[in-house]
């Protein structure tokens, strides 16, 4: 169906963020058009034209090797971060003693509730704490009745997926690594990051 949609539409340039694509996919895809690759996570054989993995300055000898076209070229670096255009408004002044909490869309280690039983201690009680729950997240319920019952708390809208709303405003967000952190970091916001 994507060979089809190619020619169709006599695509020549095709980006690819899935990790559920595989090596054969892309063997196929890749006679018809160039293929873009955003991954920061190289764990297999991977044929593609360009690659883009904005943790990495460098890639290691294996991963090296699991790039099999030999003429792909690398874009390696935060500099490749694809965030979001916005405008930065210097007027906005941010809110005192509000934190912003994300850990992305499934949060798989429970990092979120895990922040929450830090932050709902007495030393915090004078802080407004907006915390976004990932829409894969398998915790939802459990965080949701939890900061409902906190008086500090706020839970952001599942939906709301602005995410330069709460990084204009929270004098701190707590984060995880990844294209949030990049945008945050982007936005000149001050921040606490947790690798998951």
């Not at 169709?8 to 899935?18: A, E, G, P, R």
């Not at 196929?28 to 190289?42: F, G, P, Q």
């Not at 709460?166 to 000149?188: C, D, H, P, Q, R």
Request: aromatic content about 12%.
């Amino acid at each position: 169906k994507t060979c089809e949609f190619i020619k169709k539409f006599k695509i020549q340039y095709l980006i690819v963020d899935n990790y559920s694509i595989n090596f054969n996919w892309e063997m196929i895809v890749s006679k018809y058009c160039k293929i873009i690759i955003i991954n920061d996570i190289l764990k297999r054989k991977t044929f593609c034209d360009y690659f883009i993995n904005y943790h990495k300055v460098s890639l290691s000898k294996k991963e090296n090797i699991l790039l099999i076209n030999k003429t792909c070229k690398k874009f390696l670096g935060p500099k490749y971060s694809l965030v979001k255009k916005f405008t930065y408004n210097k007027s906005i002044k941010k809110e005192k003693n509000l934190i912003f909490v994300y850990m992305g869309g499934v949060d798989n280690t429970n990092t979120t509730m895990k922040i929450i039983d830090i932050l709902k201690s007495k030393e915090f009680l004078g802080f407004k704490i907006i915390v976004l729950i990932g829409e894969k997240n398998s915790k939802k319920k459990k965080i949701q009745s939890t900061i409902n019952s906190l008086k500090n708390f706020k839970l952001a809208p599942i939906k709301n997926k602005n995410l330069y709303n709460y990084f204009k405003k929270a004098s701190l967000s707590i984060i995880n690594s990844g294209v949030t952190m990049n945008e945050n970091l982007s936005f000149g916001g001050k921040s606490i990051i947790i690798l998951q």
